[in-house]
C-alpha cells in the first residue's frame, strides 16, 4: 500500500507539473524527482570553472535573490551551481539542470551549454507553475538544429541601439543563438510616384571611407556595433551583419549614382560598371579589415537577392560578384552567407557551395532540392512561412503562429520536404521586413510581433519533432502567453503593472512596479533595469483627473525613451503624441479652468481617447496616398506603447493617475 501511494503521488505530481511546458522551447527529456525547495532560499550563484563566470553573473542578475558570485568547486545548499565537464551527449549547448532539496546544478560541456541552462531555470521560476516553490526535477537538454534564428530589416526603419540590445537579451531567454540585422535597404520607387530620386534608401553603418553614404536618420557606429557583437556572442547569440548587393541598393546608388544599372533601375547596382568591385571591395575592408574589425563576428551576409535575370549575360556577371564577394568574406577569415539566387539566375559561372551558407526564401529564386545536390549547407526562411511584413496586406502581419507549431519544421522549405536533422539543413529563421516605408509602424508594434513568432520559431528549431496536436498546442501556447521578454527587457511593456503613479511636474513615483528610472546607463545585464524602458504595452487603459491650466504648445505630460505624450502638441496645441518619428494628434485640446477625467485605450490598432466617460476620438489606422492621383495607398497605424519614465514640466493639477493592462 505503501509502494502504491508513493507511485499514485509520483503520477499525480507529474500530471500536475508537466501537464504544459516548462520552458519555451520544450525541454527533451524531463524527468521528474521527489522534494521541493524553495525559491527564496537561493542567495548565491557558485561556478567551478572560470569561463563560466558570464553565466554565473547574469543569473546572479537575473535571480531576485541571489546577491553574490563566487568561484567554488563545489555548490551548497543554498547555492546555484554551475559546473563545466565533457560530456559528448550534450553537444556544444546541452546542459542538464537538476533542481532537489540539495540545490540547483546546471552541467554542461560548454559556457553556452550552461547559459541555456540558466534560462530554462529562470523561465521555470517565471512561470505562474512555480511561485514560492520548485519541484523536484532533472532536465536533459540540447537542440535538434545548430542555426535558430531571426532577420530585421534595419535598412527601411531604424531600431535604436537600445532595442537592439534587448533583442539579444529576449532571443538569448528562448535560445535563439542567430540575429541577422539587414543593414541596407530602399522603398519600392511606387511608394514614391515611380521617382527614384525621391525613394527613401538607408545604409545604417557609420563610414570613414565614403563620407555621406551614412542614413541621416539613424545609423550605428564602428564602435557601436562592435560592442553590440561582442555582448550578443557572451548571450549565446551570433550577429550575423547583411549588407545586400547588388540589388536593393539604392542607398548606394544615391551615395554614387555612376553605379546604378539604368538599364534595370536605380536600385540595381551595374555589374558591368569597373568601379563597382574596387567600391564594394572598400566597404569589405572598412568593415571586414584591420586589427579589430567592426564585424567582429564568424559570418557575414552578403546579400544576393531578387536581382534582374533579363539575360543570359547579366547573369553570369551576378554569379561571378557571388563568388567574389564570398572569397572576399572568406578572405578576411569568416563564412559568407547569401541568399539563395542560383536557380533565378542560371549560368555557366560555378559558385562553389564550400564553406558557404545559403538562406533559401523563395523556391523559384533557389529550389531547395538542386541546392541540396549542390551540397550547400542552408538556413529554412521561407517567405510563405515566416516572413512578417508589418501592415503591408501580403505576407503575414503576424505569423500563422498555431500553422508553424503544427507543421513548420526547419527541414521543411515552402513545400519541399528533408529528412529531420539533414546534415545540410543547418537550421530555421523568421524574418521582419518593412517594406513599407513611413507606414507609422513603431518599434513597439514590430516586437509585438517579433516575440510570439520567436517563441514559436525557437520551439520549432530546438525540437522539431514535438507533438503539435491541438492538445498539445492549447498547453503550449497557454504556457508562452506567461512568459514574457525575459529578465533583461521588456519591449513591450509587460511587466509594467502599475496601480498607482503619484504624478507631479518632473517627478514620478510608481507603486507596486519593480521599474527603476535610471538615465545614461549602457544596456548591460550588470544593471537589470538598464535595457527596460518604463512604458506600458498592450491592451492598457491609462486614467486620470485633469484640472487644466494654459498649456504652451509642446508641453509634455509623459515620455521615455521612445515616445512622448503630449497634453499640448508642438504645432496645433492638441492631446496627443509621438514616436519613431510620428506625431498624432487627437482632435482635443485642453480648456483651462475645466475639470475631467481622461482615459485612454491602447491596443496594437490604435488608441481611444475618452473624456468623462464619452468616446473623443478612436486614433485606428489610417489611409496614406502614396500618389497624387490617390490610387496607391498604404496603412498608417497609429498606436502607442505608453510612456511611464519621466514627466514633463506642465501647469496642470493631475491626480488618480492609473496605468493597468488589460
Sequence with gaps: MKRFLLFFHSFILSFTLFAQPLCIPTAQEVKQTEGTVEVKKFATVTYDNASLQFVADYLNTAWENTNSTSLQKKGSANAIFLSLKPDKTLGNEGYRLTISPKGITVQAATAQGALWGAQTLLQIKESSLFKEELEGVVITDKPDYPIRGFMLDCGRKFYPLSYLYSLVNVMSYYKMNTLQLHLNDNAPKDQYENNWDDAYAAFRMESDFFPGLTAIDGSYSKQEMRDLIRYAEKMGVEIIPEIDVPAHSLAFTHFRPSLAAKKFDDAHLDLENPELIPFLDSLYAEYLGGPDPVFCCPRVHIGTDEYSNRDSAICERFRELIVHLCNEVKRYGKQPVFWGSLTHCKGKTPVPSDGVLMSLWYNGYANPVEM????????????????????????????????????????????????????LIDGGMFALWNDMVKNGI??????????????????????????????????WTNFAS???????????????????????????IIENSKLKIEKGVKPSIFNLQSSIIPQIGYPYTVEFTIDWADEKPGTVLLKSERSTFYLSDPIKGMLGFSRDGYLFTFKYKGKAG???????????????????????????????????????????????VFPLQETGDFRSKITNFSAKRR
Design 482 to 508: 506567461l512568459l514574457s521578454d525575459g529578465p533583461l527587457a521588456d519591449e513591450i511593456g509587460r511587466k509594467s503593472m502599475v496601480s498607482k503613479i503619484d504624478l507631479k511636474p518632473k517627478t514620478i
Design 442 to 475: 513603431s518599434v513597439g508594434d514590430c516586437h509585438d510581433r517579433i516575440l510570439p513568432a520567436m517563441q514559436v520559431i525557437s520551439e520549432k528549431c530546438w525540437n522539431a519533432m514535438r507533438d503539435s496536436s491541438d492538445v498539445a498546442w492549447e498547453k
Design 372 to 423: 541540396h545536390k549542390q551540397g550547400f549547407h542552408m538556413i529554412s526562411i521561407a517567405s510563405n512561412q515566416v516572413y512578417i511584413v508589418p501592415a503591408a496586406g501580403y505576407y503575414f502581419d503576424y505569423l500563422n503562429h498555431k500553422s508553424l507549431f503544427q507543421h513548420w519544421k526547419p527541414s521543411l522549405i515552402r513545400d519541399k520536404h528533408f529528412p529531420h536533422q539533414d546534415p
Design 594 to 640: 475645466r475639470r475631467e477625467t481622461l482615459r485612454l485605450e491602447g491596443d496594437n490598432q490604435g488608441l481611444s481617447l475618452f473624456a468623462d466617460g464619452k468616446l473623443v476620438e478612436r486614433l485606428k489606422p489610417d489611409t496614406g496616398h502614396r500618389t497624387d492621383d490617390k490610387k496607391s495607398t498604404y496603412k498608417i497605424m497609429r498606436t502607442l
